[in-house]
């Protein structure tokens, strides 16, 4: 026999310890690259700029700290990676700056004008680039500076985060203007944050696919903006980046509140809201989140949130647009007393909400809204849409409109149809919530179908149906059956439905998994369904199954 031959690819790796060796290392990448950065901190004019650079699917390019969150960017530096595919990036600790108006040299150098972010610096920003890893990285960025508003009885007053004494009464930012010497909404909770830059940890946009946000601890975030946000082309494009999966990573320390606009997740646009996403959003923990009413909103179709877990957390997981989305597995906890702790709120088609444990919750656990907009049960891509404007009905096919009109009629609450609730379990809700909430707004929701479900609470009441829903056509009423229910709340507002719903003798166990369930002698439903050994395949997570030193799944 002859000699053999090692014929396997060769790595080439590269340890860098200052910035323009990094960007030096970037620059000059191939497939099989390993750049190694040694401890330290890497600042330079921009970000570190990672353009036109491919990997394969054995050989990617690899940006990775020696020592887990030891290398540090920092400053006016951040991690864009643009029209590039197979690279990982693991294992910094990144705290960059907002952005001074001297941070643009690196993408200028590179033909990158154009994706200049002045004062609303991200972490990390994929830019048209597939199958890119984020993982085991830490989020922590430096927010000083970042500007944000709040409204007081005198009016509006806008603040630089971190910066003492630079609250200014005004319309916008006006060093000079009349000082503000009151509290912030940091130190006052009842003062709520309405407006500011809108800043954001993780950006991805463009035309991508196939990329993976993983095990990464990402916060603190006090500052205006979303956390990770896919835009894909913007509201004058059709499309997200598809196939994506989100998982394992530690949310915390997000807040406070805001008005609109610091979630932890949106998925999608308004405009891009009937494009299919297929992104997976799966064992993320969310922890003491503060931020608004969307914890994670999904504006997209297609795509999929299980096995997730928020405690005590303000706010619910929303399908704020788009349709065919599936939830479940999900895992909700609550103190009972906290405000506005929620499970899902729903609009558009299709959608499915099944095998979720809802734990104490505050607000309207599942809310399945009416809307402002009808587009019609097929949920094409060209709907024909309909919407009131004043006491008339108008309606409009969506790509016959101009892109500003076509955007306006996609930012409504658009009607649900056919949207099912099943094998969920809801117990021991607070502060007299309702556990399930039908109707609201212009066109009340078509085809819903409630089954399955186990729902046991002391308080408020177990199914809300607005009057509109209540006097809808026998043919577009929701459908309810097979739900278990017992506890001193009342079944329903509407005589109709209770009448056809009986309370039961629902023993209840605390399982060694910390789940609520039904004990052995009553029938399984819900969605942790009784077992033997009391311990369900799906658990909740706690901060040790997540985040940069969480062990691999397989």
Request: with cysteine; charged share 20%; glycine share 12%.
């Amino acid at each position: 026999m002859g000699d053999h031959v090692d014929v396997r690819p060769k790595l080439k790796y590269i340890k860098v310890s200052t910035a323009a060796e990094l960007q030096m290392a970037l620059d000059e990448a191939v497939a099989g690259s390993v750049i190694e950065l040694k401890n330290g901190i890497y600042e330079q004019s921009g970000p570190f700029v990672v353009k036109d650079k491919h990997g394969s699917d054995g050989m990617p390019i690899r940006i990775e700290a020696a020592n887990l969150g030891m290398a540090i960017i920092s400053g006016d530096s951040y991690m864009h990676i643009e029209n590039s595919s197979y690279i990982e990036v693991s294992g910094l600790l990144i705290h960059s700056g907002i952005g001074s108006s001297s941070s643009e040299q690196s993408l200028s150098d590179r033909g990158l004008s154009h994706r200049i972010l002045q004062g609303v610096h991200p972490g990390i920003q994929l830019q048209s680039s597939s199958r890119i890893s984020i993982l085991r990285n830490t989020f922590a960025l430096n927010e000083t500076g970042q500007p944000y508003r709040f409204l007081t009885n005198k009016g509006p007053v806008w603040g630089l985060y971190g910066v003492e004494n630079s609250c200014r009464y005004g319309s916008s930012y006006d060093p000079n203007g009349a000082v503000y010497s009151g509290p912030t909404p940091y130190e006052d909770s009842k003062l709520i944050t309405d407006n500011g830059t809108h800043r954001h940890y993780i950006r991805v946009e463009g035309v991508s696919s196939y990329n993976r946000i993983a095990y990464n601890e990402i916060g603190p975030k006090r500052g205006f903006g979303a956390v990770i946000i896919y835009d894909g082309e913007g509201h004058g494009g059709r499309t997200i980046s598809q196939h994506d999966l989100i998982e394992y990573n530690h949310f915390h320390g997000i807040g406070p509140r805001v008005t609109n606009g610091l979630e932890a997740i949106r998925l999608g646009l308004s405009s891009l809201s009937l494009a299919p996403g297929y992104v997976t959003i799966q064992y993320n923990l969310f922890d003491g989140f503060d931020g608004e009413d969307e914890i994670i909103s999904v504006k997209s179709s297609d795509n999929i949130i299980r096995y997730n877990t928020t405690r005590n957390s303000y706010g619910g997981f929303v399908a704020r647009h788009g349709n065919r989305n599936s939830f479940y597995g999900n895992f909700f906890f609550g103190d009972g007393e906290k405000p506005g702790m929620r499970g899902f709120r729903i609009y558009g088609n299709d959608h499915k909400i099944y095998d979720n444990y809802m734990e104490g919750l505050t607000d309207q656990v599942i809310r399945l809204d009416g809307g402002s907009h009808d587009g019609g049960a097929d949920g094409t891509l060209n709907p024909t849409v309909k919407w009131i404007s004043g006491d008339e009905e108008k309606s409009a096919v969506l790509e016959d409109l101009s892109q500003e009109e076509r955007t306006a009629l996609l930012r409504g609450h658009w009607r649900q149809y056919n949207v099912q609730v099943f094998n969920n379990t809801l117990v021991n809700m607070g502060n007299n919530t309702n556990c399930l909430v039908l109707g609201g707004k212009t066109y009340q929701p078509v085809g819903t179908r409630v089954y399955n479900n186990l729902i046991v609470s002391h308080t408020g009441t177990m199914i809300v149906e607005t009057s509109a829903v209540q006097q809808a056509a026998a043919s577009e009423r929701p459908n309810y059956f097979d739900n278990k229910m017992d506890g001193l709340a009342i079944i329903s507002n509407n005589i109709a439905v209770a009448g056809t719903m009986q309370k039961e003798d629902i023993q209840l166990v605390r399982s060694k998994d910390g789940l609520i369930r039904m004990s052995e002698r009553n029938q399984a439903i819900g969605a942790v369904e009784y077992v033997p050994d009391n311990i369900s395949v799906i658990k909740p997570l706690i901060v040790d199954d997540v985040g940069p030193r969480a062990s691999q799944a397989d």
